[in-house]
């Protein structure tokens, strides 16, 4: 029986050694390059009919010149004006505030080119409230005060950009993209309400790698 134990464990003992000494493969298998960007934004689109500006800071490590993993945050800068039947308050003047956060993947194509092709997918959390923009930009407002009718709900981002290299650390890249929320319940605020196409203008600034018999 000991010996039955012993052979049984000697091969397992080979099984996994052998196992270990094959190479991992990976989806990112030999990087021979790591940069990493960050970029502004601004995206123009429409929430519940209405115009919506949103500005987004994103960035991430870039690897192999294809691929930039990373997060991204944005939010809406301009009066989304809440309907009166759908106020929190209706006393006084409320706007809505959009907000989302997560994380960023980012596939670029041919990033040696001076124009090129990105693929990029925005998975996160999206944020709405109401709020009383007014008495924000009095001198006395109280950073304490109430926001009403939160709500939290799912988003994903699909879109693509074209983009120019204007230098070796800095990229203007325009693009289009289409935002879709899952699970809003804010009041007038339903997912319909929030999906929609975004076109922005972006400035990337930082590491892209280097070009063909180039060095740093």
């Known amino acids: 029986m000991k ?3 012993l052979i049984t464990l000697l091969s397992l003992v080979v099984v996994v050694y052998a196992a270990s000494a094959q190479e991992i493969q990976s989806v990112f298998k030999g ?5 990493g960007y960050g970029a502004l934004a ?4 429409t929430i519940q009919g209405q115009y919506a500006n949103l500005c987004e800071v994103y960035g991430g490590v870039f690897l192999n010149r294809k691929w930039m993993l990373g ?3 944005a939010g809406s800068t301009n009066n989304i004006e809440v309907p009166f039947e759908y106020s929190a308050n209706p006393l006084q003047p409320m706007t809505y505030q959009y907000s989302q956060g997560g994380l960023m993947l980012e596939r670029v194509i041919g ?9 990029n997918l925005f998975s996160g959390a999206g944020f709405t409230m109401q709020y009383n ?21 799912y988003v994903v981002e ?21 935002r879709k929320t899952y699970g809003s319940s804010g009041q007038s605020l339903s997912d319909n309400d929030l999906s929609n196409w975004s076109y922005n203008a972006t400035l990337k600034f930082g590491g892209f790698g280097k070009r063909n018999g180039q060095t740093d």
């Not at 601004?42 to 689109?45: D, E, L, R």
């Not at 990033?111 to 693929?119: A, E, G, P, R």
């Not at 923009?133 to 939290?152: A, F, G, K, L, T």
């Open 3 to 5: 010996f039955r134990f």
């Open 31 to 35: 990087a021979k390059t790591t940069g």
């Open 111 to 119: 990033s040696n080119k001076t124009v090129h092709l990105v693929l």
């Open 133 to 153: 923009r007014d008495y924000m930009y009095d001198y006395d407002y109280d950073y304490n005060s109430p926001v009403h009718d939160e709500n939290w709900f």
């Open 42 to 45: 601004n995206k123009f689109t």
């Open 71 to 73: 997060l991204s945050f």
């Open 158 to 178: 699909p879109g693509a950009q074209l983009e120019i290299n204007l230098f070796r650390w800095m990229r203007l890249s325009p693009g289009i993209s289409y």
